[in-house]
Protein backbone atom coordinates (compact mmCIF):
# COMPACT_ATOMS: atom_id res chain seq x y z
CA UNK A 1 0.00 0.00 0.00
CA UNK A 2 1.24 3.24 -0.98
CA UNK A 3 1.97 6.10 1.84
CA UNK A 4 -0.63 8.54 2.39
CA UNK A 5 -0.34 11.85 3.58
CA UNK A 6 0.67 12.16 7.46
CA UNK A 7 2.57 9.12 7.01
CA UNK A 8 6.21 9.43 7.89
CA UNK A 9 8.66 8.06 4.81
CA UNK A 10 11.57 5.85 5.94
CA UNK A 11 12.66 5.08 2.17
CA UNK A 12 12.04 7.25 -0.98
CA UNK A 13 12.68 4.36 -3.13
CA UNK A 14 13.54 4.25 -7.33
CA UNK A 15 13.70 8.40 -7.13
CA UNK A 16 16.96 10.72 -9.08
CA UNK A 17 18.65 13.23 -8.22
CA UNK A 18 19.42 17.14 -9.32
CA UNK A 19 20.08 20.42 -8.17
CA UNK A 20 22.64 22.97 -7.77
CA UNK A 21 26.15 22.27 -5.86
CA UNK A 22 25.67 17.93 -6.21
CA UNK A 23 28.77 16.28 -5.17
CA UNK A 24 27.19 12.69 -5.04
CA UNK A 25 28.46 9.71 -7.59
CA UNK A 26 24.78 9.20 -9.12
CA UNK A 27 24.70 11.57 -11.93
CA UNK A 28 21.02 10.08 -13.81
CA UNK A 29 20.93 6.81 -11.66
CA UNK A 30 17.97 5.59 -9.46
CA UNK A 31 19.01 5.59 -5.79
CA UNK A 32 16.98 4.95 -2.41
CA UNK A 33 17.07 8.08 -0.18
CA UNK A 34 16.52 6.39 3.67
CA UNK A 35 15.07 8.40 5.96
CA UNK A 36 15.56 9.08 9.91
CA UNK A 37 14.42 10.75 12.43
CA UNK A 38 13.66 13.90 10.06
CA UNK A 39 17.03 13.74 8.40
CA UNK A 40 18.96 12.00 5.40
CA UNK A 41 20.33 8.49 7.11
CA UNK A 42 21.64 7.55 3.71
CA UNK A 43 21.97 8.17 -0.52
CA UNK A 44 22.66 4.21 -1.81
CA UNK A 45 21.85 3.28 -5.67
CA UNK A 46 18.67 1.86 -5.89
CA UNK A 47 17.79 -1.25 -4.05
CA UNK A 48 21.84 -1.75 -2.50
CA UNK A 49 20.39 -1.49 0.75
CA UNK A 50 17.39 -2.91 2.39
CA UNK A 51 14.32 -0.85 2.15
CA UNK A 52 12.73 -1.01 5.77
CA UNK A 53 9.70 0.86 7.13
CA UNK A 54 7.29 2.73 4.85
CA UNK A 55 8.52 3.06 1.22
CA UNK A 56 7.31 5.61 -1.15
CA UNK A 57 8.22 4.33 -4.43
CA UNK A 58 9.34 7.63 -6.55
CA UNK A 59 9.11 5.13 -9.97
CA UNK A 60 11.76 7.00 -11.92
CA UNK A 61 11.07 10.62 -10.62
CA UNK A 62 13.11 13.03 -9.67
CA UNK A 63 13.85 14.41 -6.07
CA UNK A 64 14.56 18.42 -5.07
CA UNK A 65 14.65 19.94 -1.74
CA UNK A 66 11.45 21.18 -0.81
CA UNK A 67 10.37 24.52 -1.84
CA UNK A 68 9.79 27.60 -0.04
CA UNK A 69 7.76 31.18 -0.84
CA UNK A 70 9.74 33.52 0.68
CA UNK A 71 7.02 36.03 0.46
CA UNK A 72 3.41 35.87 1.14
CA UNK A 73 0.72 37.70 2.71
CA UNK A 74 -0.91 34.51 4.37
CA UNK A 75 -4.49 35.18 5.38
CA UNK A 76 -5.29 37.52 2.29
CA UNK A 77 -3.95 34.99 0.30
CA UNK A 78 -6.37 32.53 1.42
CA UNK A 79 -9.09 35.05 1.54
CA UNK A 80 -8.62 35.78 -2.68
CA UNK A 81 -10.95 33.22 -3.64
CA UNK A 82 -13.78 34.15 -1.94
CA UNK A 83 -13.17 37.87 -4.42
CA UNK A 84 -14.18 38.88 -7.26
CA UNK A 85 -10.59 38.74 -9.62
CA UNK A 86 -10.12 41.79 -11.57
CA UNK A 87 -6.66 41.28 -13.37
CA UNK A 88 -8.47 40.98 -16.26
CA UNK A 89 -9.95 44.42 -16.14
CA UNK A 90 -9.37 46.54 -19.04
CA UNK A 91 -10.15 50.25 -17.69
CA UNK A 92 -11.65 51.38 -14.67
CA UNK A 93 -15.56 51.50 -16.78
CA UNK A 94 -14.67 47.91 -17.21
CA UNK A 95 -13.76 47.35 -13.68
CA UNK A 96 -16.60 48.38 -11.85
CA UNK A 97 -18.81 46.80 -14.77
CA UNK A 98 -17.18 43.75 -12.99
CA UNK A 99 -18.07 44.56 -9.39
CA UNK A 100 -21.73 45.35 -10.09
CA UNK A 101 -22.00 41.58 -11.10
CA UNK A 102 -20.10 40.54 -8.10
CA UNK A 103 -21.33 38.44 -5.46
CA UNK A 104 -22.30 40.39 -2.29
CA UNK A 105 -20.51 38.50 0.78
CA UNK A 106 -22.30 37.72 4.26
CA UNK A 107 -21.16 40.94 5.47
CA UNK A 108 -22.60 43.49 2.98
CA UNK A 109 -19.74 43.88 0.76
CA UNK A 110 -18.73 43.65 -2.29
CA UNK A 111 -14.84 42.65 -2.64
CA UNK A 112 -12.37 42.49 -6.00
CA UNK A 113 -8.96 42.17 -5.81
CA UNK A 114 -5.93 41.78 -8.91
CA UNK A 115 -6.98 44.93 -10.62
CA UNK A 116 -3.90 46.82 -12.47
CA UNK A 117 -4.83 50.34 -13.36
CA UNK A 118 -1.45 52.27 -14.61
CA UNK A 119 -1.99 51.78 -17.84
CA UNK A 120 -5.51 52.05 -18.28
CA UNK A 121 -7.23 54.64 -20.91
CA UNK A 122 -9.31 56.18 -18.07
CA UNK A 123 -8.69 56.91 -14.41
CA UNK A 124 -10.70 55.49 -11.46
CA UNK A 125 -13.08 58.01 -10.26
CA UNK A 126 -15.90 57.53 -7.45
CA UNK A 127 -18.50 58.73 -9.87
CA UNK A 128 -17.83 55.94 -12.69
CA UNK A 129 -17.64 53.18 -9.16
CA UNK A 130 -20.81 54.51 -8.00
CA UNK A 131 -22.62 54.52 -11.22
CA UNK A 132 -21.96 50.84 -11.48
CA UNK A 133 -22.22 49.13 -7.87
CA UNK A 134 -24.92 51.92 -6.38
CA UNK A 135 -25.45 51.67 -2.12
CA UNK A 136 -23.38 48.35 -1.70
CA UNK A 137 -19.91 49.30 -0.66
CA UNK A 138 -17.57 48.08 -2.65
CA UNK A 139 -13.82 47.25 -2.36
CA UNK A 140 -11.40 46.96 -5.06
CA UNK A 141 -7.53 46.07 -3.85
CA UNK A 142 -5.07 46.42 -6.41
CA UNK A 143 -2.63 43.57 -7.74
CA UNK A 144 0.11 45.06 -5.44
CA UNK A 145 -2.14 45.73 -3.04
CA UNK A 146 -0.51 49.71 -2.43
CA UNK A 147 -3.83 51.08 -3.74
CA UNK A 148 -7.95 50.39 -2.88
CA UNK A 149 -10.26 51.77 -5.38
CA UNK A 150 -13.69 52.89 -2.78
CA UNK A 151 -17.19 53.60 -3.71
CA UNK A 152 -18.87 56.34 -1.77
CA UNK A 153 -20.84 53.85 0.65
CA UNK A 154 -17.45 51.97 1.46
CA UNK A 155 -15.78 54.96 2.16
CA UNK A 156 -18.67 55.94 4.66
CA UNK A 157 -18.17 52.33 5.96
CA UNK A 158 -14.98 53.03 6.70
CA UNK A 159 -15.22 56.53 7.95
CA UNK A 160 -13.30 58.34 5.02
CA UNK A 161 -15.28 61.10 3.21
CA UNK A 162 -16.84 60.42 0.20
CA UNK A 163 -14.84 62.80 -2.20
CA UNK A 164 -12.16 62.56 -4.41
CA UNK A 165 -11.52 59.94 -6.26
CA UNK A 166 -12.18 57.32 -4.29
CA UNK A 167 -8.73 55.72 -4.24
CA UNK A 168 -6.64 55.55 -1.51
CA UNK A 169 -2.72 54.83 -1.74
CA UNK A 170 -0.03 53.45 0.53
CA UNK A 171 -0.98 53.43 4.66
CA UNK A 172 -4.87 54.20 3.82
CA UNK A 173 -4.69 51.13 1.48
CA UNK A 174 -3.05 49.10 4.11
CA UNK A 175 -5.10 49.77 6.71
CA UNK A 176 -8.56 48.88 4.68
CA UNK A 177 -7.01 45.61 3.53
CA UNK A 178 -5.91 44.87 6.98
CA UNK A 179 -9.97 45.73 7.71
CA UNK A 180 -11.14 43.65 5.06
CA UNK A 181 -8.62 40.37 6.44
CA UNK A 182 -10.66 40.62 9.95
CA UNK A 183 -12.54 37.80 9.16
CA UNK A 184 -13.26 35.05 12.28
CA UNK A 185 -10.49 32.74 13.18
CA UNK A 186 -12.31 29.47 12.53
CA UNK A 187 -12.91 31.44 8.71
CA UNK A 188 -9.52 32.50 8.08
CA UNK A 189 -7.51 29.67 9.61
CA UNK A 190 -9.69 26.80 7.53
CA UNK A 191 -8.99 29.20 4.19
CA UNK A 192 -5.41 29.14 5.20
CA UNK A 193 -5.12 25.29 5.89
CA UNK A 194 -6.81 25.27 2.05
CA UNK A 195 -4.52 27.10 0.19
CA UNK A 196 -1.74 25.52 2.48
CA UNK A 197 -2.88 22.14 0.82
CA UNK A 198 -2.67 23.41 -2.77
CA UNK A 199 0.77 24.89 -1.57
CA UNK A 200 2.46 21.44 -0.67
CA UNK A 201 0.70 19.92 -3.96
CA UNK A 202 3.35 22.44 -5.49
CA UNK A 203 6.07 20.97 -3.42
CA UNK A 204 6.38 23.93 -1.21
CA UNK A 205 7.02 23.23 2.14
CA UNK A 206 7.80 26.34 4.10
CA UNK A 207 6.34 30.21 3.46
CA UNK A 208 7.98 33.78 5.18
CA UNK A 209 4.50 35.08 6.29
CA UNK A 210 4.20 39.19 6.04
CA UNK A 211 0.65 39.41 7.32
CA UNK A 212 0.25 42.47 8.52
CA UNK A 213 -0.74 41.31 11.94
CA UNK A 214 0.69 39.89 15.17
CA UNK A 215 1.63 36.82 13.58
CA UNK A 216 2.78 35.15 16.48
CA UNK A 217 -0.56 34.41 18.02
CA UNK A 218 -2.28 33.43 14.57
CA UNK A 219 0.65 30.56 13.89
CA UNK A 220 0.87 29.86 17.60
CA UNK A 221 -2.91 29.18 17.68
CA UNK A 222 -3.17 27.17 14.06
CA UNK A 223 -0.37 24.73 15.66
CA UNK A 224 -2.34 24.09 18.24
CA UNK A 225 -5.18 23.24 16.09
CA UNK A 226 -3.31 20.61 14.41
CA UNK A 227 -1.99 22.67 11.60
CA UNK A 228 1.27 20.78 10.27
CA UNK A 229 0.96 21.53 6.33
CA UNK A 230 3.41 23.91 5.69
CA UNK A 231 6.47 25.30 7.38
CA UNK A 232 5.96 29.29 8.45
CA UNK A 233 8.69 32.09 9.37
CA UNK A 234 6.77 35.44 10.38
CA UNK A 235 7.35 39.05 9.98
CA UNK A 236 7.03 41.38 12.71
CA UNK A 237 5.94 45.12 11.68
CA UNK A 238 6.86 48.82 13.52
CA UNK A 239 3.73 48.78 15.34
CA UNK A 240 4.38 45.65 16.74
CA UNK A 241 8.13 45.54 17.52
CA UNK A 242 8.02 46.43 21.19
CA UNK A 243 5.55 44.06 22.09
CA UNK A 244 7.79 41.38 20.35
CA UNK A 245 10.60 42.27 22.19
CA UNK A 246 9.06 42.56 25.82
CA UNK A 247 7.64 38.67 24.80
CA UNK A 248 11.42 37.76 24.55
CA UNK A 249 11.22 36.81 20.86
CA UNK A 250 14.22 36.66 18.29
CA UNK A 251 14.53 35.65 15.12
CA UNK A 252 14.32 31.73 14.87
CA UNK A 253 12.58 31.30 18.02
CA UNK A 254 10.07 28.65 17.74
CA UNK A 255 6.32 29.77 18.98
CA UNK A 256 5.06 25.86 19.01
CA UNK A 257 6.58 22.45 20.72
CA UNK A 258 7.32 20.97 16.78
CA UNK A 259 9.60 23.81 15.76
CA UNK A 260 7.54 24.52 12.35
CA UNK A 261 6.28 28.17 13.25
CA UNK A 262 9.23 30.34 13.71
CA UNK A 263 9.88 34.67 14.27
CA UNK A 264 11.22 35.85 11.30
CA UNK A 265 12.65 39.65 10.46
CA UNK A 266 11.38 43.23 11.38
CA UNK A 267 8.86 44.02 8.31
CA UNK A 268 9.72 47.81 7.45
CA UNK A 269 7.67 49.17 4.14
CA UNK A 270 9.41 52.34 2.99
CA UNK A 271 8.41 52.48 -0.48
CA UNK A 272 5.71 52.65 -2.50
CA UNK A 273 4.92 50.51 -5.99
CA UNK A 274 5.30 50.60 -9.61
CA UNK A 275 1.64 50.19 -10.60
CA UNK A 276 0.69 52.58 -7.97
CA UNK A 277 3.50 55.34 -9.12
CA UNK A 278 4.88 55.52 -5.10
CA UNK A 279 8.01 53.75 -5.45
CA UNK A 280 11.09 56.16 -4.35
CA UNK A 281 13.13 56.47 -7.97
CA UNK A 282 15.69 58.73 -8.95
CA UNK A 283 13.91 60.19 -12.01
CA UNK A 284 10.69 61.68 -11.94
CA UNK A 285 7.55 59.10 -13.44
CA UNK A 286 6.62 60.23 -17.14
CA UNK A 287 3.96 63.39 -17.27
CA UNK A 288 4.35 64.33 -13.54
CA UNK A 289 7.62 66.02 -13.42
CA UNK A 290 7.70 66.27 -9.53
CA UNK A 291 6.92 63.20 -8.59
CA UNK A 292 9.55 60.78 -7.60
CA UNK A 293 7.58 57.97 -5.58
CA UNK A 294 7.35 58.07 -1.95
CA UNK A 295 9.79 57.18 1.19
CA UNK A 296 6.88 56.06 3.54
CA UNK A 297 9.35 55.71 6.09
CA UNK A 298 12.50 58.52 6.08
CA UNK A 299 15.91 57.35 6.82
CA UNK A 300 16.41 58.04 10.23
CA UNK A 301 13.43 56.68 11.77
CA UNK A 302 14.47 53.48 9.47
CA UNK A 303 17.88 53.33 10.47
CA UNK A 304 16.17 54.02 14.49
CA UNK A 305 14.16 50.46 13.27
CA UNK A 306 16.87 48.63 12.71
CA UNK A 307 19.31 49.41 15.72
CA UNK A 308 16.12 48.71 17.63
CA UNK A 309 15.62 44.92 16.24
CA UNK A 310 19.26 44.15 15.74
CA UNK A 311 19.80 45.03 19.13
CA UNK A 312 16.87 42.94 20.24
CA UNK A 313 17.89 40.01 18.39
CA UNK A 314 15.72 40.16 14.86
CA UNK A 315 16.95 40.47 11.61
CA UNK A 316 15.56 42.35 8.87
CA UNK A 317 13.22 42.45 6.14
CA UNK A 318 12.71 45.96 4.46
CA UNK A 319 10.58 46.64 1.71
CA UNK A 320 12.25 48.77 -1.01
CA UNK A 321 11.31 49.12 -5.04
CA UNK A 322 12.42 52.19 -6.04
CA UNK A 323 16.22 52.46 -6.45
CA UNK A 324 16.26 55.78 -4.00
CA UNK A 325 14.36 53.13 -0.85
CA UNK A 326 16.41 50.21 -1.98
CA UNK A 327 20.09 52.79 -1.08
CA UNK A 328 18.52 53.93 2.06
CA UNK A 329 17.62 50.41 2.98
CA UNK A 330 21.31 49.32 2.57
CA UNK A 331 22.74 52.20 3.94
CA UNK A 332 20.78 51.00 7.21
CA UNK A 333 22.13 48.00 7.17
CA UNK A 334 25.97 48.76 6.96
CA UNK A 335 24.98 51.41 9.49
CA UNK A 336 23.15 48.91 12.12
CA UNK A 337 25.23 46.01 10.79
CA UNK A 338 21.52 44.33 10.73
CA UNK A 339 21.19 40.91 9.22
CA UNK A 340 18.14 40.26 7.05
CA UNK A 341 16.75 40.56 3.24
CA UNK A 342 15.41 43.65 1.44
CA UNK A 343 11.81 43.01 -0.16
CA UNK A 344 11.18 43.16 -3.72
CA UNK A 345 14.34 45.24 -4.86
CA UNK A 346 12.89 45.86 -8.32
CA UNK A 347 14.83 49.04 -9.46
CA UNK A 348 18.42 48.90 -7.98
CA UNK A 349 21.56 51.21 -9.18
CA UNK A 350 23.92 49.47 -10.96
CA UNK A 351 26.63 50.98 -8.18
CA UNK A 352 24.16 49.19 -5.24
CA UNK A 353 23.63 45.66 -6.51
CA UNK A 354 27.38 44.39 -5.32
CA UNK A 355 26.48 46.01 -2.03
CA UNK A 356 23.82 43.60 -1.13
CA UNK A 357 26.50 41.23 -1.59
CA UNK A 358 29.46 43.01 0.61
CA UNK A 359 26.58 43.67 3.22
CA UNK A 360 25.20 39.61 2.51
CA UNK A 361 21.84 41.40 2.24
CA UNK A 362 19.67 38.63 0.50
CA UNK A 363 17.26 40.34 -2.50
CA UNK A 364 13.91 38.84 -1.37
CA UNK A 365 12.52 39.16 -5.24
CA UNK A 366 9.69 38.00 -7.32
CA UNK A 367 10.48 37.06 -10.08
CA UNK A 368 6.81 36.56 -11.69
CA UNK A 369 6.40 40.36 -10.87
CA UNK A 370 8.87 41.27 -13.96
CA UNK A 371 6.57 39.55 -16.44
CA UNK A 372 3.25 41.14 -14.42
CA UNK A 373 5.02 44.37 -14.56
CA UNK A 374 6.96 44.22 -18.18
CA UNK A 375 4.63 46.68 -20.11
CA UNK A 376 4.05 49.03 -17.00
CA UNK A 377 8.21 49.03 -16.03
CA UNK A 378 8.89 49.61 -20.12
CA UNK A 379 6.90 52.52 -20.31
CA UNK A 380 6.36 54.19 -16.43
CA UNK A 381 10.03 53.61 -15.74
CA UNK A 382 11.35 54.30 -19.18
CA UNK A 383 13.65 57.08 -18.07
CA UNK A 384 15.28 55.45 -15.12
CA UNK A 385 18.69 54.78 -14.97
CA UNK A 386 18.76 51.80 -12.85
CA UNK A 387 18.49 47.94 -13.55
CA UNK A 388 14.83 46.74 -13.37
CA UNK A 389 14.40 43.37 -12.30
CA UNK A 390 18.40 42.82 -12.01
CA UNK A 391 18.34 39.04 -11.24
CA UNK A 392 21.53 38.14 -13.20
CA UNK A 393 23.33 41.16 -12.03
CA UNK A 394 22.65 39.49 -8.33
CA UNK A 395 23.28 36.09 -9.00
CA UNK A 396 26.81 37.40 -10.63
CA UNK A 397 27.52 39.79 -7.85
CA UNK A 398 27.22 37.00 -5.98
CA UNK A 399 24.05 38.52 -3.81
CA UNK A 400 22.12 35.44 -2.17
CA UNK A 401 18.51 35.22 -4.01
CA UNK A 402 15.49 34.27 -2.16
CA UNK A 403 12.60 33.64 -4.43
CA UNK A 404 8.84 34.08 -3.40
CA UNK A 405 5.21 35.56 -5.03
CA UNK A 406 4.33 37.70 -2.48
CA UNK A 407 1.11 36.20 -3.21
CA UNK A 408 -1.80 37.19 -3.91
CA UNK A 409 0.19 39.63 -5.77
CA UNK A 410 1.15 36.66 -7.90
CA UNK A 411 -0.19 33.01 -7.59
CA UNK A 412 2.09 30.74 -4.71
CA UNK A 413 3.35 28.29 -7.43
CA UNK A 414 7.41 28.20 -7.07
CA UNK A 415 7.53 26.37 -10.54
CA UNK A 416 6.02 29.63 -11.90
CA UNK A 417 8.64 32.13 -10.06
CA UNK A 418 11.77 29.65 -11.55
CA UNK A 419 9.86 29.60 -14.88
CA UNK A 420 9.84 33.32 -15.40
CA UNK A 421 13.29 33.66 -13.82
CA UNK A 422 15.20 31.13 -15.95
CA UNK A 423 12.86 32.25 -19.47
CA UNK A 424 11.75 35.68 -18.87
CA UNK A 425 8.34 35.03 -20.37
CA UNK A 426 4.70 33.38 -20.63
CA UNK A 427 2.42 32.98 -22.94
CA UNK A 428 4.30 33.17 -25.86
CA UNK A 429 5.64 36.69 -25.77
CA UNK A 430 9.12 37.65 -26.68
CA UNK A 431 11.55 37.06 -23.71
CA UNK A 432 11.55 40.57 -21.25
CA UNK A 433 15.31 41.55 -20.65
CA UNK A 434 16.63 37.93 -21.40
CA UNK A 435 20.27 39.00 -20.14
CA UNK A 436 18.34 39.21 -16.84
CA UNK A 437 17.60 35.36 -16.91
CA UNK A 438 19.34 32.94 -14.43
CA UNK A 439 20.43 29.66 -14.87
CA UNK A 440 17.65 26.46 -13.53
CA UNK A 441 20.18 25.58 -10.84
CA UNK A 442 20.14 28.89 -9.44
CA UNK A 443 16.79 28.99 -9.46
CA UNK A 444 15.76 26.08 -8.00
CA UNK A 445 18.42 27.30 -5.12
CA UNK A 446 16.49 30.48 -4.68
CA UNK A 447 12.77 28.81 -4.22
CA UNK A 448 14.72 26.71 -1.25
CA UNK A 449 15.00 27.93 2.44
CA UNK A 450 18.70 29.29 2.78
CA UNK A 451 17.96 30.20 -1.01
CA UNK A 452 20.72 30.58 -3.89
CA UNK A 453 23.72 30.74 -1.84
CA UNK A 454 22.80 28.01 0.72
CA UNK A 455 24.08 25.29 -0.80
CA UNK A 456 22.59 22.03 -1.92
CA UNK A 457 19.89 20.21 0.73
CA UNK A 458 20.01 16.93 -1.02
CA UNK A 459 22.79 14.92 1.48
CA UNK A 460 23.30 13.07 4.13
CA UNK A 461 22.46 14.56 7.53
CA UNK A 462 20.33 17.41 5.55
CA UNK A 463 16.56 17.86 6.82
CA UNK A 464 14.32 15.78 4.74
CA UNK A 465 12.11 18.62 3.70
CA UNK A 466 11.91 16.97 0.35
CA UNK A 467 9.59 17.10 -2.58
CA UNK A 468 9.42 14.50 -5.67
CA UNK A 469 8.13 15.97 -9.19
CA UNK A 470 8.16 14.32 -13.08
CA UNK A 471 10.66 16.01 -14.48
CA UNK A 472 14.52 16.85 -13.81
CA UNK A 473 13.85 20.99 -13.48
CA UNK A 474 17.75 21.61 -14.47
CA UNK A 475 16.57 20.59 -18.05
CA UNK A 476 12.74 21.53 -18.38
CA UNK A 477 11.64 24.23 -20.99
CA UNK A 478 9.35 26.95 -20.04
CA UNK A 479 5.92 25.29 -20.39
CA UNK A 480 7.06 22.02 -18.58
CA UNK A 481 8.54 23.83 -15.94
CA UNK A 482 5.50 26.18 -15.17
CA UNK A 483 3.53 22.69 -15.18
CA UNK A 484 5.99 20.91 -12.86
CA UNK A 485 3.83 18.00 -11.47
CA UNK A 486 4.50 17.04 -7.79
CA UNK A 487 4.15 13.17 -6.68
CA UNK A 488 4.53 13.95 -3.32
CA UNK A 489 5.81 16.38 -0.55
CA UNK A 490 7.22 16.07 2.76
CA UNK A 491 8.25 18.05 5.98
CA UNK A 492 11.21 16.16 7.89
CA UNK A 493 10.00 13.03 5.79
CA UNK A 494 6.47 13.31 6.76
CA UNK A 495 3.54 13.16 4.02
CA UNK A 496 2.41 16.40 3.24
CA UNK A 497 1.24 15.91 -0.34
CA UNK A 498 0.91 12.34 -2.40
CA UNK A 499 -0.59 12.22 -5.58
CA UNK A 500 -3.11 10.17 -5.69
Excluded at 184 to 193: F, H, I, M, R
Excluded at 200 to 227: H, K
Excluded at 454 to 468: K, M
Aim: net charge negative; glycine share 10%; aromatic share 6%.
Amino acid sequence: MSPTVGDGVDVVANVRLTGADRTDPFGGDAVDVHLSAGVIADIAPAKALPRRGVVLDADGGWLVPGLWDHHVHTVQWALVAQRESLGHATSAAHAARIMADAPVQGDGRRVGTGFRHALWPDEPTLAVLDAATGDVPTYLINADVHSVWLNSAALRREGHPASGSGLLREQPAFEISRRLNLVPTDVSDAAVARMARAAAARGVVGIVDFDMAFNADAWARRAAQGFDIVRARFGIYPADLERAIGLGLETDDAVDPAGLFRVGSLKVITDGSLGTHTAACSHAYPGDPFNHGMLTVPPDELLALMTRATGAGLSSAIHAIGDVANAHALDAFALTGASGTIEHAQLVAHSDVRRFAALEVGASVQPEHALDDRDITDTVWATQTAQPYPLRAFADAGVNLLFGSDAPVSALDPWAGMAAAVYRTRDGREPWQPAQAVDAATALAASTENGSAGGSALRIGGVADLAVVSHDPLVCDERTLRGMAVAATMIAGRLTHADG
